[in-house]
């Protein structure tokens, strides 16, 4: 039997043994750590930040602003260009709202793709309604957006162009840094959706070289309803925040006039995610440990055994069978997706199914729902041999499930 010394660190499996989760692109487990920092801000702190003139508030203060140095070092970009958010799909609604719209101007064009997470499709939808602008779609080539396809898109009315690093569904990486290259050079901001390349592979803004970039802290295994939101502060300083209150404001006159910080700050209205922000901290600290070249060979391991004997199967049909990412996109044949997931919880194996909050997917797929599968540094070769003894019985549906 494989050990996977990590497992331990996870109370989910030890309070559920039979289970096998792969539904890792949806939501990471939690590690002991992330679950002790959070704790440690009931137990411990329990106060508020940016509040109070004594000790307490200003520890929370202090350890709120150490975990921001850690996420600008994790992802490699300054401290001034990290804000905390409730996750990826906040901090793309607010990219869109609170800079891009302000320099969009009626047929300018978005450039997205089919691929996109619904979080990275609506709030351009709404812009473009609201300015006039028109969102256009880079072809894609089997299945993929190639950089040769997203130049060729590009036309001297494109504005802004977003994608997702990774796809949600397919797990197809982009070339991102090259991508980044081409807008520039014909000055067309560029965003990145980083929820499923985060927890996967090292990132660099420095690098990279992108104008925004969003992901979420449940992504990674740390708590949900938190997450980051990373722009060039020079357009940090021209984005309007979404939301207005408390701790972002400066000044306040009975006219109806008021001034917000310049600094991230101002997009951080309210009493903060506290708890949040500290497991955030903590699974950084945990992924950093464990590291990226760990975290990739487990995956591309699982993954390609689990493939490879999907892919002698006849009744199983696989969408993205030569993806770089953690996730398999199957159907079994003449079986509603969320039905064969059904089908696989019966075994207590935990999948995803449906269109997986990417509803323009299923033009590219042919297939309208699919099921997904999707590992993580802790799951096991055991784990997979069980998905792949269970799925090879679904060549008989009903008799299987019964």
Same mark, same amino acid.
Request: glycine residues 6%; charged residues 25%; hydrophobic residues 40%.
């Given at each position: 039997?494989?050990?996977?010394?990590?497992?331990?660190?996870?109370?989910?499996?030890?309070?559920?043994?039979?289970?096998?989760?792969?539904?890792?692109?949806?939501?990471?487990?939690?590690?002991?750590?992330?679950?002790?920092?959070?704790?440690?801000?009931?137990?411990?702190?329990?106060?508020?930040?940016?509040?109070?003139?004594?000790?307490?508030?200003?520890?929370?203060?202090?350890?709120?602003?150490?975990?921001?140095?850690?996420?600008?070092?994790?992802?490699?970009?300054?401290?001034?260009?990290?804000?905390?958010?409730?996750?990826?799909?906040?901090?793309?609604?607010?990219?869109?709202?609170?800079?891009?719209?302000?320099?969009?101007?009626?047929?300018?064009?978005?450039?997205?793709?089919?691929?996109?997470?619904?979080?990275?499709?609506?709030?351009?939808?709404?812009?473009?309604?609201?300015?006039?602008?028109?969102?256009?779609?880079?072809?894609?080539?089997?299945?993929?957006?190639?950089?040769?396809?997203?130049?060729?898109?590009?036309?001297?009315?494109?504005?802004?162009?977003?994608?997702?690093?990774?796809?949600?569904?397919?797990?197809?990486?982009?070339?991102?840094?090259?991508?980044?290259?081409?807008?520039?050079?014909?000055?067309?901001?560029?965003?990145?959706?980083?929820?499923?390349?985060?927890?996967?592979?090292?990132?660099?803004?420095?690098?990279?070289?992108?104008?925004?970039?969003?992901?979420?802290?449940?992504?990674?295994?740390?708590?949900?309803?938190?997450?980051?939101?990373?722009?060039?502060?020079?357009?940090?300083?021209?984005?309007?925040?979404?939301? +207005?209150?408390? $701790?972002?404001?400066?000044?306040?006159?009975? *006219? /109806?006039?008021?001034?917000? #910080?310049? !600094? &991230? =700050?101002?997009?951080?209205?309210?009493?903060?995610?506290?708890?949040?922000?500290?497991?955030?901290?903590?699974?950084?600290?945990?992924?950093?440990?464990?590291?990226?070249?760990?975290?990739?060979?487990?995956?591309?391991?699982?993954?390609?055994?689990?493939?490879?004997?999907?892919?002698?199967?006849?009744?199983?049909?696989?969408?993205?069978?030569?993806?770089?990412?953690?996730?398999?996109?199957?159907?079994?044949?003449?079986?509603?997706?969320?039905?064969?997931?059904?089908?696989?919880?019966?075994?207590?194996?935990? +999948?995803?199914? $449906?269109?997986?909050?990417?509803?323009?997917? *299923? /033009?590219?797929?042919?297939? #309208?729902? !699919? &099921? =997904?599968?999707?590992?993580?540094?802790?799951?096991?070769?055991?784990?997979?041999?069980?998905?792949?003894?269970?799925?090879?019985?679904?060549?008989?549906?009903?008799?299987?499930?019964?």
């Amino acid at each position: 039997m494989e050990i996977n010394k990590y497992k331990e660190d996870y109370p989910f499996f030890k309070n559920n043994p039979e289970v096998i989760f792969f539904d890792n692109a949806s939501t990471a487990l939690k590690p002991k750590c992330v679950i002790e920092a959070v704790n440690h801000y009931y137990n411990d702190l329990c106060v508020n930040a940016h509040r109070g003139d004594y000790y307490l508030s200003y520890k929370v203060d202090v350890e709120i602003e150490k975990v921001r140095k850690d996420v600008a070092k994790f992802i490699d970009c300054e401290e001034n260009e990290v804000a905390f958010s409730s996750g990826a799909t906040e901090s793309l609604n607010l990219i869109a709202e609170g800079y891009c719209k302000k320099i969009l101007q009626k047929g300018d064009e978005i450039l997205i793709s089919e691929l996109e997470h619904a979080s990275n499709v609506l709030p351009w939808f709404k812009i473009a309604k609201e300015t006039g602008a028109v969102i256009k779609y880079v072809p894609l080539e089997n299945k993929r957006i190639t950089v040769e396809n997203f130049a060729n898109a590009i036309t001297p009315k494109t504005k802004v162009a977003s994608f997702a690093y990774i796809s949600n569904v397919l797990g197809y990486k982009i070339d991102a840094k090259k991508m980044c290259e081409i807008a520039h050079k014909h000055h067309i901001i560029f965003v990145l959706d980083g929820a499923q390349s985060t927890p996967h592979i090292p990132v660099s803004m420095k690098d990279l070289d992108c104008d925004f970039y969003a992901f979420s802290a449940h992504k990674l295994g740390g708590p949900t309803g938190v997450g980051v939101m990373y722009g060039k502060a020079k357009y940090l300083q021209d984005c309007d925040p979404l939301v +207005l209150g408390g $701790g972002m404001n400066k000044v306040i006159e009975k *006219d /109806g006039t008021y001034t917000v #910080y310049n !600094s &991230v =700050r101002k997009f951080e209205a309210g009493t903060p995610h506290i708890e949040g922000i500290l497991g955030l901290g903590a699974i950084i600290k945990y992924i950093q440990k464990v590291g990226f070249a760990y975290i990739q060979k487990k995956e591309k391991e699982l993954r390609d055994r689990a493939l490879t004997a999907l892919k002698k199967m006849k009744h199983i049909e696989v969408y993205n069978e030569d993806n770089e990412a953690n996730t398999i996109a199957f159907n079994i044949k003449d079986v509603f997706a969320q039905d064969a997931a059904s089908y696989f919880a019966k075994y207590n194996i935990c +999948l995803r199914a $449906g269109q997986h909050c990417a509803k323009l997917t *299923d /033009g590219v797929m042919n297939t #309208y729902a !699919s &099921v =997904r599968c999707s590992f993580y540094f802790y799951n096991t070769i055991e784990e997979v041999d069980k998905f792949i003894e269970v799925a090879s019985k679904g060549s008989d549906f009903l008799d299987a499930y019964f």
